[in-house]
């Protein structure tokens, strides 16, 4: 035996660390040795590939499997296995421990320098032909692990039968593994140097996953050969996605926006999501489409922010390839698609990320770093360049396979402060003592110069709830380099200044008013988002106080006045057409509600009908992050709970005023400065019939007259119908 008892116990019992030092071919004094583990083999012989070789027989060294036999000739030799089996079965196979590592020495630098921004086109399963032979290259990151294998439907999920190559400088595994097919199920088995038992783990590379629940198992997949059509789309991204652009943003999850009630109430496929989706979305007039996070979930509650499958969009709705179609479709329809992304934690399950080689490794180990109290999830390790790295590939990943238009990354303050929802004594201090999470800020950062200096026409979105200074400014003035920020203090407070009854708002004014002392400080999005509309929060519709004619009266203002405010906007589903109950994301929408009286129709026109002003006025978008983009004509008159302001285009004499009454009592003969005359049309009123309203009006418009009053030069005198918001413009603008 030309091993060692030790060292066949080892491979045997599936403790061997580095399989290529024994299986595989090998050079010998009188040729060359070849050793393969085929569990369950009753003969294997080694045929050469040499025109007229002969069969080479192998001989047993262990009844579990384990053979070896001498060849002829030198290194390198080029052969297939023949083993047979019970019942006479033969098969002729490739052995994997003959081919030559598939990692460069440049990629493996990059690896360990935690710059390798193409890392998902390195580790992972990657289908591949080397030498002529089909088959998939697995790889994956696992430095503290004693030994790691490929398991899947071809090897029985037999952690013994494909060991991987370690390399370690950096603790990556790699094998190629001739004729595994694409759709072929997959996991890591990983055996730890502490003896600790680990589950089967997923792939955090991989492309897909498994349809049918636990929905656990990787699979591979090809990324390659779609056929894209969106390189108009592509091509005017940058100028489309501009802080000068209209950005109307209509919030998704994929999972109840739409249903199929006749077949057993399903999920709507990718293809299917991306025919309606675009149809809606163009109706509607909304720019984008934001979706919650595709990417694997195993729980479906967890709406995507309980991620394992970084790399692989959502299997219940179809494969990668039918995803971007998705994409495609609308954008040959002219509308963005940006995605949730999370990388503030993820879960604990077994088979994901959480103590993945038997050591914490995408996590910190210290409990203090490592928990989310919220959530119940791990924080990742920022301040590791592998983990980083996987992350920052995971961005450009999204924006480079699958064309998205830009991220919407979650939780962001979770990240930056390191007592985020920690008592003290609960968190570890900075080295500087302080409570700023350093590694993390310096990873958004350096995530913001790369996808805006890869993806110019990309765009980022934080997700952000503090005062955290220039969030949405460039890295190299002393921002985080963020494009635009959610505005969540403009959205708690006119919330919950809509919230109260009519009588009592003039006691809240502030609440509307607030806002423009901080309004430039950053780029803003308006997001009225999924979050507001859970968990007992009541849908939009429902937090509106009075009756149904009321509610949703004021629920038009409140869409009137956002869509005048500066900043971009976001509407969860269903909330443009004044859904009544809550979200829930086992069903669908409630689509019936706009066959049930004005209410929810006219909601559903208005917000189209805004939309379709705010696109097409540059008063209304073109300023949205500028000051000389506002001004007040009036924020005083508490009293009659009424706000008017301006918005301003570049060009002289682009401008459009907006007046809100937020009581239920008409103003006629209300008197607002303007800052010019001339006449103004009505080009919006939210209590118009058309929209549900009663149908008060200014009979199509006013006249500027030269009568100072509110500090502008000229005024008009208006009929402000009760909870509504009216929209004027000059005749000519």
Same mark, same amino acid.
């Given at each position: 035996?030309?091993?060692?008892?030790?060292?066949?116990?080892?491979?045997?019992?599936?403790?061997?660390?580095?399989?290529?030092?024994?299986?595989?071919?090998?050079?010998?004094?009188?040729?060359?040795?070849?050793?393969v583990?085929?569990?369950?083999?009753?003969?294997?012989?080694?045929?050469?590939?040499?025109?007229?070789?002969?069969?080479?027989p192998?001989?047993?060294?262990?009844?579990?499997?384990?053979?070896?036999?001498?060849?002829?000739?030198?290194?390198?030799?080029?052969?297939?296995?023949?083993?047979?089996?019970?019942?006479?079965?033969?098969?002729?196979?490739?052995?994997?421990?003959?081919?030559?590592?598939?990692?460069?020495?440049?990629?493996?630098?990059?690896?360990?320098?935690?710059?390798?921004?193409?890392?998902?086109?390195?580790?992972? *399963?990657?289908?591949?032909?080397?030498?002529?032979?089909?088959?998939?290259?697995?790889a994956?990151?696992?430095?503290n692990?004693?030994?790691?294998?490929?398991?899947?439907?071809?090897?029985?999920?037999?952690?013994?039968?494909?060991?991987?190559?370690?390399?370690?400088?950096?603790?990556?595994?790699?094998?190629?593994?001739?004729?595994?097919?694409?759709?072929?199920r997959?996991?890591?088995?990983?055996?730890?140097?502490?003896?600790?038992?680990?589950?089967?783990?997923?792939?955090?590379?991989?492309?897909?996953?498994?349809?049918?629940?636990?929905?656990?198992?990787?699979?591979?997949?090809?990324l390659?050969?779609?056929?894209?059509?969106?390189?108009?789309?592509?091509?005017?991204?940058?100028?489309?996605?501009?802080?000068?652009?209209?950005?109307?943003?209509?919030?998704?999850?994929?999972?109840s926006?739409?249903?199929?009630?006749?077949?057993?109430?399903?999920?709507?496929?990718?293809?299917?999501?991306?025919?309606?989706?675009?149809?809606?979305?163009?109706?509607?007039?909304?720019?984008?489409v934001?979706?919650?996070?595709?990417?694997?979930?195993p729980?479906?509650?967890?709406?995507?922010?309980?991620?394992?499958?970084?790399?692989?969009?959502?299997?219940?709705?179809?494969?990668?390839?039918d995803?971007?179609?998705?994409?495609?479709?609308?954008?040959?329809?002219?509308?963005?698609?940006?995605?949730?992304?999370?990388?503030?934690?993820?879960?604990?399950?077994?088979?994901?990320? *959480?103590?993945?080689?038997?050591?914490?490794?995408?996590?910190?180990?210290?409990?203090?770093?490592?928990?989310?109290?919220?959530?119940?999830?791990?924080?990742?390790?920022?301040?590791?360049?592998?983990?980083?790295?996987?992350?920052?590939?995971?961005?450009?990943?999204?924006?480079?396979?699958?064309?998205?238009?830009?991220?919407?990354?979650?939780?962001?303050?979770?990240?930056?402060?390191?007592?985020?929802?920690?008592?003290?004594?609960?968190?570890?201090?900075?080295?500087?003592?302080?409570?700023?999470?350093?590694?993390?800020?310096?990873?958004?950062?350096?995530?913001?110069?790369?996808?805006?200096? /890869?993806h110019?026409?990309?765009? /980022?979105?934080?997700?952000?709830?503090?005062?955290?200074?220039?969030?949405?400014r460039?890295?190299?003035?002393?921002?985080?380099?963020?494009?635009?920020?959610?505005?969540?203090?403009?959205?708690?407070?006119v919330?919950?200044?809509m919230g =109260?009854e009519?009588?009592?708002?003039?006691?809240?004014?502030?609440?509307?008013?607030?806002?423009?002392?901080?309004?430039?400080?950053?780029n803003?999005?308006?997001?009225?988002?999924?979050?507001?509309?859970?968990?007992?929060?009541?849908?939009?519709?429902?937090?509106?106080?009075?009756d149904?004619?009321?509610?949703?009266?004021?629920?038009?203002?409140?869409?009137?006045?956002?869509? *005048?405010?500066?900043?971009?906007?976001?509407?969860?589903?269903?909330?443009?057409?004044?859904?009544?109950?809550?979200? =829930?994301?086992?069903?669908?929408?409630?689509?019936?509600?706009?066959?049930?009286?004005?209410?929810?129709?006219?909601?559903?026109?208005?917000?189209?009908?805004?939309?379709?002003?705010?696109?097409?006025?540059?008063?209304?978008?073109?300023?949205?992050?500028?000051?000389?983009?506002?001004?007040?004509?009036?924020c005083?008159?508490?009293?009659?709970?009424?706000? *008017?302001?301006?918005?301003?285009?570049?060009?002289?004499?682009?401008?459009?005023?907006?007046?809100?009454n937020?009581?239920?009592?008409?103003?006629?003969?209300?008197?607002?400065g303007?800052?010019?005359?001339?006449?103004y049309?009505?080009?919006? =009123?939210?209590?118009?019939?058309?929209?549900?309203?009663?149908?008060?009006?200014?009979?199509?418009?006013?006249?500027?007259?030269?009568?100072?009053?509110?500090?502008?030069?000229h005024?008009?005198?208006?009929?402000l119908?009760?909870?509504?918001?009216?929209?004027?413009?000059?005749?000519?603008?």
């Amino acid at each position: 035996m030309s091993l060692s008892r030790e060292t066949v116990q080892t491979l045997v019992t599936g403790e061997h660390g580095d399989p290529f030092a024994v299986l595989g071919p090998h050079a010998a004094a009188n040729g060359v040795i070849v050793r393969v583990f085929l569990p369950g083999a009753v003969e294997v012989s080694v045929v050469p590939l040499d025109a007229g070789s002969l069969s080479h027989p192998l001989k047993p060294l262990h009844p579990a499997g384990l053979w070896e036999g001498e060849l002829p000739g030198r290194l390198p030799v080029a052969y297939r296995v023949r083993a047979s089996y019970g019942g006479g079965h033969t098969v002729e196979i490739e052995d994997p421990y003959r081919f030559p590592p598939t990692l460069s020495g440049f990629d493996l630098h990059l690896l360990g320098e935690g710059t390798h921004y193409r890392i998902y086109d390195k580790l992972g *399963a990657h289908a591949a032909t080397l030498e002529g032979v089909a088959g998939v290259i697995f790889a994956v990151w696992a430095p503290n692990a004693k030994r790691v294998s490929v398991v899947g439907d071809w090897n029985g999920w037999d952690g013994r039968s494909h060991p991987l190559r370690l390399h370690p400088g950096n603790g990556i595994w790699e094998l190629f593994l001739p004729g595994v097919p694409e759709g072929a199920r997959y996991k890591f088995e990983i055996v730890s140097r502490s003896g600790a038992p680990l589950a089967l783990k997923s792939d955090p590379y991989a492309f897909g996953f498994e349809p049918d629940e636990p929905r656990t198992a990787s699979v591979v997949e090809r990324l390659d050969g779609f056929a894209w059509g969106d390189g108009a789309w592509l091509a005017e991204r940058g100028r489309r996605q501009a802080l000068d652009a209209p950005m109307s943003v209509y919030e998704v999850h994929l999972g109840s926006w739409r249903r199929m009630p006749q077949e057993g109430d399903r999920f709507l496929t990718y293809q299917e999501l991306g025919d309606q989706l675009a149809d809606y979305a163009t109706e509607m007039a909304f720019t984008h489409v934001e979706l919650l996070p595709v990417m694997e979930h195993p729980f479906y509650g967890s709406w995507g922010y309980q991620t394992i499958g970084y790399h692989a969009p959502t299997r219940r709705y179809g494969r990668p390839h039918d995803f971007m179609a998705f994409v495609d479709r609308l954008h040959r329809r002219g509308i963005g698609v940006l995605l949730d992304w999370v990388p503030a934690h993820f879960p604990k399950d077994s088979h994901g990320l *959480a103590y993945f080689d038997g050591t914490y490794l995408y996590e910190h180990a210290d409990p203090r770093e490592r928990e989310h109290p919220d959530w119940g999830t791990r924080v990742f390790n920022f301040g590791r360049r592998e983990v980083a790295n996987f992350l920052l590939g995971n961005a450009l990943f999204w924006l480079e396979r699958y064309h998205v238009d830009g991220l919407r990354v979650d939780a962001v303050a979770s990240m930056i402060y390191r007592d985020y929802s920690r008592k003290a004594g609960e968190w570890i201090p900075n080295v500087f003592g302080g409570r700023e999470n350093l590694e993390a800020i310096a990873f958004l950062k350096r995530l913001n110069e790369v996808v805006y200096g /890869t993806h110019p026409g990309a765009v /980022t979105v934080a997700e952000e709830s503090t005062a955290w200074p220039m969030v949405s400014r460039p890295v190299h003035l002393g921002g985080l380099g963020f494009g635009l920020k959610w505005n969540m203090g403009w959205m708690h407070d006119v919330l919950e200044y809509m919230g =109260n009854e009519s009588i009592h708002r003039k006691y809240h004014h502030n609440r509307l008013t607030f806002g423009m002392l901080y309004a430039w400080t950053e780029n803003f999005v308006l997001p009225l988002s999924h979050d507001e509309v859970v968990y007992g929060k009541r849908s939009l519709a429902r937090k509106m106080p009075g009756d149904d004619w009321q509610r949703f009266a004021n629920l038009r203002l409140l869409y009137g006045f956002m869509w *005048a405010y500066p900043g971009k906007k976001l509407l969860f589903m269903g909330g443009e057409f004044g859904q009544s109950d809550e979200w =829930n994301h086992d069903k669908s929408l409630d689509w019936h509600l706009l066959d049930q009286g004005p209410y929810h129709r006219g909601v559903q026109r208005l917000v189209a009908d805004l939309n379709r002003q705010y696109r097409g006025r540059p008063s209304l978008h073109e300023l949205d992050c500028e000051a000389a983009g506002f001004a007040w004509m009036d924020c005083s008159d508490a009293d009659q709970s009424i706000v *008017a302001f301006a918005r301003f285009g570049r060009a002289p004499g682009d401008l459009t005023v907006c007046v809100c009454n937020f009581t239920p009592v008409p103003r006629h003969g209300y008197r607002v400065g303007v800052p010019r005359g001339g006449f103004y049309r009505e080009i919006l =009123n939210t209590d118009s019939a058309y929209y549900g309203g009663s149908d008060l009006g200014n009979g199509g418009g006013v006249v500027g007259e030269a009568i100072p009053w509110h500090g502008q030069s000229h005024s008009v005198l208006l009929a402000l119908p009760p909870l509504a918001a009216v929209w004027l413009a000059p005749s000519e603008a």
